[in-house]
């Protein structure tokens, strides 16, 4: 508790103050960024106790802004189970955001396609997820300033807003499918053999990510939404070598619906 007050105090020092609107962009989805009037900009490093992104497309900066009627703070980057940091760490600035007055969450990933009804470059608004990461950021002592100890998870994501989001997809002819996100450890992709297993489970897309934040978000009472871009298509029975930067590529091309998806519903909200 005391790392994240710390770092909620560093960032009200530095004029972050008030932010209504908390932001996490996904691997190859940092444009949104562009569109928000940056008001100020700090990298990760600089924030005490704050993780440092490791990840190629993951740029590793804090902005704080207006994006239309709102003030947003946006993580620039994400943390992740695979590239060694502690569940406690890959949230903290998940719980800082909560600590400085942040009212709603709205987060985006890249993930594989597990639906072979759908394609890669959709967007799939997550309405449950499993977790198979092999832990929590609720294990250990619980921060009882933050949350209860035993949250309910019947409904981590906020269906209010996951209605508004498919009425925003409908107005802007966005194809916006639905479905259960699974995060997984990574950092490798799936076998084929996973991949039927994940179906079998339930799973409509498979990623790295977003499940341990969404966890400690709903522990704190901070509603939250989260789009993936499904960016390959796990079919077992005709799976191909994936590269990292097509991934990347195909998150890139789908950016602008997300960001036209993100920019109406924050004005909404």
Excluded at 74 to 83: L, P
Excluded at 232 to 245: A, G, Q, R, S
């Amino acid at each position: 508790m005391e790392k994240i007050t710390q770092a909620a105090e560093y960032l009200i020092q530095q004029g972050i103050t008030n932010p209504q609107i908390g932001i996490v962009l996904g691997t190859g989805l940092g444009h949104l960024a562009t569109h928000i009037n940056i008001i100020k900009e700090i990298a990760y490093q600089d924030i005490p106790n704050f993780p440092i992104s490791t990840v190629e497309s993951h740029t590793g900066k804090l902005i704080y802004g207006t994006l239309g009627n709102k003030k947003v703070l946006a993580m620039q980057g994400r943390f992740h189970y695979y590239e060694g940091y502690s569940m406690q760490q890959i949230v903290l600035p998940i719980r800082v955001m909560k600590l400085l007055g942040v009212e709603f969450l709205l987060l985006s990933n890249a993930a594989g396609c597990l639906d072979l009804n759908w394609r890669k470059g959709d967007l799939m608004l997550i309405n449950d997820h499993i977790n198979l990461q092999p832990s929590n950021p609720l294990i250990g002592k619980n921060l009882d300033a933050l949350g209860p100890r035993f949250p309910d998870m019947s409904a981590p994501y906020h269906a209010p807003t996951n209605a508004k989001i498919e009425n925003i997809a409908k107005r802007l002819n966005i194809t916006l499918r639905k479905g259960v996100y699974v995060s997984v450890p990574g950092p490798m992709l799936e076998t084929r053999a996973e991949y039927r297993y994940l179906k079998h489970l339930g799973a409509d897309a498979v990623g790295m990510s977003t499940v341990p934040e969404v966890i400690a978000a709903h522990h704190m009472g901070l509603p939250c939404a989260a789009v993936s871009v499904l960016t390959d298509e796990c079919d077992p029975d005709n799976l191909k070598p994936v590269d990292i930067k097509e991934i990347i590529a195909v998150a890139a091309a789908s950016e602008l619906k997300l960001t036209n998806l993100f920019m109406a519903l924050i004005n909404e909200l």
